[in-house]
Nanobody, 123 residues
């Protein structure tokens, strides 16, 4: 499968963005999808996870209550809705996928990665 992330941009603090991760070449129905982010000079870290197999979702503490991950199976797309954005959400965001029956939180277990999309939260 190939993954393509998009939807980043510049937004003011408190604003919203919706990132998309579109799959091609294969259905994402049997995939676990993760959203990760990376700030220059720091390592890549997890943000949110979803399993298209069992429907489970998970979030890191810093985004709970603000971010929502969900899938549109007809569009073979996983979204990350980001609300109440903060300056420290600024990062390059990546989506990744792996065939698994439930959510996968370990970055090392992901086999397929999309290119990053820049999210900048600034006034």
């Amino acid at each position: 499968v190939q993954l393509q992330a998009s939807g980043g941009g510049l937004v003011q603090p408190g604003g919203s963005l919706r990132l998309s991760c579109v799959g091609s070449g294969e259905t994402l129905d049997n995939y676990a999808i993760g959203w990760f982010r990376q700030v220059p000079g720091k390592g890549r870290g997890g943000v949110s996870y979803i399993s298209n197999k069992d429907g489970r979702v998970a979030y890191v503490d810093s985004v709970k209550g603000r971010f929502t991950v969900f899938s549109d199976y007809a569009k073979n797309t996983v979204y990350l809705q980001m609300n109440s954005l903060k300056p420290n959400d600024t990062a390059v965001y990546y989506c990744a996928g792996t065939r698994w029956d439930t959510i996968v939180t370990s970055m090392d277990q992901y086999d397929f990665w999309g290119q990053g999309t820049q999210v900048t939260v600034s006034s």
